[in-house]
């Protein structure tokens, strides 16, 4: 079995830190640019780099574990119910970002349908869910009870059958949604007409 020398793992602490750097160095430019508005949609290159710099961040070991258990009809059902409660209020029902919410994070809400989440490990999408990711919208929904890490990997489970889900699927979720007072509603059908370049009244529009 090979084994990884000093000079190997020099150098790779030094790539890690190299594109740590060049990222935070962009990062620093567009604030000076930009400002820290979350409005502005992030460029190729910032999503590259932090792309790079998580993947490199996620360790070795995190990426290459596998569920404990095989995937069942009944995880992914968990799973889907999870999601559906928990995680469609960002990414929506079809994991694909489209929602008021995931649209206005910086980073914006990924489609988790395409192939920058699906080629993802089980084991970097499980690391994802139970630490989050800093300096994005992400939180980390995993504690210090090893025991309850199985909801996480029904959420992997499920996240890999979001490219394929069925109208019955969507449907259920919606059931699943969590309810939003009247308020909340009419808030949202605010926002959502606002990105789609609709006028909103000052009397419908509420903080």
């Not at 460029?43 to 995190?62: D, M």
């Not at 699906?118 to 630490?131: H, P, V």
């Not at 009870?145 to 019955?168: C, G, H, K, M, Q």
């Amino acid at each position: 079995m090979a084994t990884s020398t000093p000079g190997g793992v020099r150098r790779w602490t030094l790539a890690v830190f190299a594109t740590i750097g060049f990222a935070a160095t962009l990062a620093g430019i567009g604030l000076v640019w930009s400002g820290v508005s979350a409005r502005p949609e992030p460029t190729r290159v910032e999503t590259r780099l932090a792309r790079s710099a998580r993947h490199l961040l996620i360790p070795a070991a995190a990426r290459a574990r596998s569920a404990p258990t095989a995937t069942d009809p009944d995880s992914i059902a968990r799973g889907r119910a999870h999601f559906a409660d928990h995680c469609a209020t960002c990414h929506g029902n079809d994991g694909k970002g489209r929602t008021s919410y995931g649209q206005r994070m910086y980073p914006r809400a990924p489609d988790m349908t395409a192939a920058a989440t699906q080629k993802l490990s089980d084991g970097a999408l499980f690391w994802i869910i139970e630490n989050g990711v800093r300096l994005t919208g992400m939180p980390g929904f995993g504690d210090d009870d090893p025991s309850n890490d199985a909801e996480s990997w029904d959420l992997v489970a499920f996240i890999r059958e979001l490219p394929s889900l069925t109208p019955e699927d969507l449907k259920e979720m919606e059931r699943l949604n969590p309810t939003l007072s009247r308020a909340a509603v009419e808030h949202e059908r605010e926002i959502d007409a606002f990105l789609a370049g609709e006028s909103v009244s000052d009397e419908g529009h509420h903080h």
